[in-house]
């Protein structure tokens, strides 16, 4: 069964900020929201440097819909993990669950208190009506229902940001891993860097 | 007699505390599972500036790539807000339907004192404008606070909207500007501090003085609120940014859950204050309204106010 997933090659990854500005500008959002980040670790210590970019990883048992109270999330037959706008509360729950930071809030609430939550979608849009402008609007573009990657994916120079079925995107670690000579068994990061802390 | 005189004396404290012990230790100890240890570490961490929650230097690439991207120890916290979210939104009427019945089973026990007021021009001024102000303020708030605090735990029930998100928006609006009101009426409603009522900033502090039981009132709705005011006000200053998140994501998990637990034990104490003043004996809200009370009623409920108010001059 197809299950996307998102894997972001840290020995590839050059912090160009490509991603996140292709993501900002393919689904307007709004200042002060980050559907995707770069972190770099060890910025100017030759050899050490490494950048990373992060959204939703877009969770098998996602952490964001166990503890959302108005239960607004929904995980897609193909794994990607979306919510509903309409019911969302802005509660930032979900920012509290995510092991990954991926929810964001702007400031659109009342006296600009936090508004809805708003996330990587796998830019498959949300549960408004497919490639309508509602959807757009909420959620931005549907490349998934057009049968592109999502943009971040498709935009990356050095391909470091790869997006697709996880056994497509495994293969494709698993290969860079043994051709840089790597210990392919090891989990690049996630879930397994916070279970073992290594 | 010793003994009596003294468990008479401090009945109200040795309940509490019992009270408190006893639901404490089996909710730490057996329904729990916050990682503790990390928790009171990161505590300390806290105090000297490092919100950060990396409390030992990374051990390799990886842990220092997660502790920069995410935020560390995920598992210490993150697990708890989700089972206690979700906890909350299930057993939390039986929590509140329990604190009724101690009540229920305590004016079954005791009855209701009613006072027989046969002079009923014979009134006296008690409250100062400035004082019925504050405490309406201090009402209108607290009952927004929590109705639409609560909004956001039974979002499950109402399936959110536009609505519940409105609410929940004012919470935090409210919640601001119930920080003055929350600080001033702690103050005012500071019997023990009395004799600083010369001093101009405390003499508005209410006339009378405080039983045991009330004693507890107070220090809980200052405690409690303090903890809200803090956490609430921390949550919306440390708003969720992309570039600070794994700064500030564990500091924020604690604190969601300090506001958990005080919201909570407030309204406890909150019902409590309802049921010692206007159930276990019969209320007079116009008071409150107008600022003056029968003198009988004083009399028969609270004779410390009238005394309070003749040492005052202002009878
Ligand atoms: C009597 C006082 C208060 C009560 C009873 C109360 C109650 C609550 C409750 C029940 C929740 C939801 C927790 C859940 O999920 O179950 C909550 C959330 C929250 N409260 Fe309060 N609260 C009080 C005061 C405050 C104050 C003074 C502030 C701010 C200064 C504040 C800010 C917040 C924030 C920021 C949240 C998280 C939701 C969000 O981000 O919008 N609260 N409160
Ligand atoms: S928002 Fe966070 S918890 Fe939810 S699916 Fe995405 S990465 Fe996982
Ligand atoms: S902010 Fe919205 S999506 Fe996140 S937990 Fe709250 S209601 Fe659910």
């Known amino acids: 069964m197809t299950r996307m997933k998102f894997y972001c090659d840290d020995y590839r990854c ?60 929904y995980i897609r037959t193909d794994g990607i993990v979306l919510h509903d ?15 990954f930071g991926a929810p ?43 049968g592109k990657i999502p943009m971040c994916a498709s935009m990356c120079s050095t391909k470091a940001l790869i997006a697709g079925d996880a056994s497509e995107v495994d293969k494709i670690y698993e290969y860079r891993t043994a051709k840089r000579g790597g210990n392919t068994s090891l989990k690049p990061y996630g879930w397994e860097a916070y279970n073992n802390g290594k | 007699m010793e003994s009596k005189t003294f ?49 030992t230097a990374p051990a390799s690439e990886l842990e220092q790539m997660v502790n920069a991207a995410f935020g560390p120890a995920y598992n210490s916290v993150a697990p708890e807000i989700i089972r206690a979210s979700n906890e909350r939104q299930e057993y939390i009427w039986y929590v509140f339907f329990a604190e009724i019945m101690i009540f229920v089973f305590l004016y079954v026990k005791n009855g209701r004192l009613t006072p027989t007021i046969t002079r009923p021009d014979d009134m006296v001024q008690v409250l100062t404008p400035f004082q019925r102000t504050v405490i309406w303020l201090n ?87 303090a903890g809200l005011c803090f956490s609430g006000a921390m949550i919306i200053t440390l708003h969720p940014s992309s570039l600070t998140h794994a700064d500030v994501i564990q500091f924020r998990r604690v604190l969601l859950y300090l506001h958990f637990g005080a919201s ?23 008071g409150l309204w107008t600022g003056s009370y029968p003198r009988e009623y004083l009399e028969q409920v609270a004779p410390d106010v009238l005394e309070d108010l003749k040492k005052a001059g202002r009878q």
């Not at chain 1, 964001?104 to 309508?132: N, R, W, Y």
């Not at chain 2, 057996?30 to 990396?54: A, P, R």
């Not at chain 2, 909570?264 to 116009?286: E, P, Q, R, T």
């Open chain 2, 139 to 225: 009402i209108g708030m607290i009952l927004m606070l929590v109705l639409t605090g609560f909004n956001i735990t039974w979002s499950l029930r109402s399936d959110g909207g536009d609505l519940p998100r409105l609410l929940r928006e004012f919470h935090e609006l409210t919640g601001l500007a119930w920080i003055g009101v929350w600080l001033v009426f702690t103050v005012i409603a500071a019997k023990d501090l009395k004799g600083w009522r010369k001093n101009t900033l405390f003499r508005h502090i209410l006339p009378g003085s405080f039983k045991p039981s009330k004693r507890v009132i107070w220090f809980f709705y200052a405690a409690m609120g």
């Open chain 2, 264 to 286: 909570v034990l407030i309204m406890f104490f909150i019902l409590d204050f309802v049921y010692a003043s206007a159930i276990s004996v019969k209320g007079y809200l116009k």
């Open chain 2, 7 to 55: 468990w008479e004396c401090n009945k109200a404290y040795i309940l509490t505390a019992l009270g408190l012990g006893v639901v404490g230790f089996v909710f730490v100890g057996f329904m729990m599972i916050m990682d503790w240890g990390y928790l009171i570490q990161y505590t300390m961490h806290m105090m000297i500036g490092d919100t950060s929650g990396v409390l």
């Open chain 1, 14 to 73: 050059i912090d160009c900020n490509g991603c996140v500005v292709a993501c900002k500008e393919a689904h307007e959002i709004p200042v002060g929201v980050n559907r995707r980040r770069v972190i770099t670790i060890n910025e100017g210590i030759e050899g050490k440097q490494k950048s990373l970019s992060v959204a939703c990883m877009h969770c098998s048992d996602a952490p964001c819909q166990k503890v959302c109270p108005t239960d607004c999330f």
């Open chain 1, 85 to 99: 706008k309409d019911k969302c509360i802005g509660c930032g729950y979900c920012l509290y669950a995510c092991p």
């Open chain 1, 104 to 146: 964001q809030f702007g400031h659109e609430g009342i006296f600009g208190v936090k508004g809805v939550m708003d996330k990587c979608t796998f830019c498959a849009g949300g549960p408004d009506d497919t490639l309508s402008e509602t959807e757009f609007e909420h959620y931005g573009q549907n490349r998934i229902a057009e």
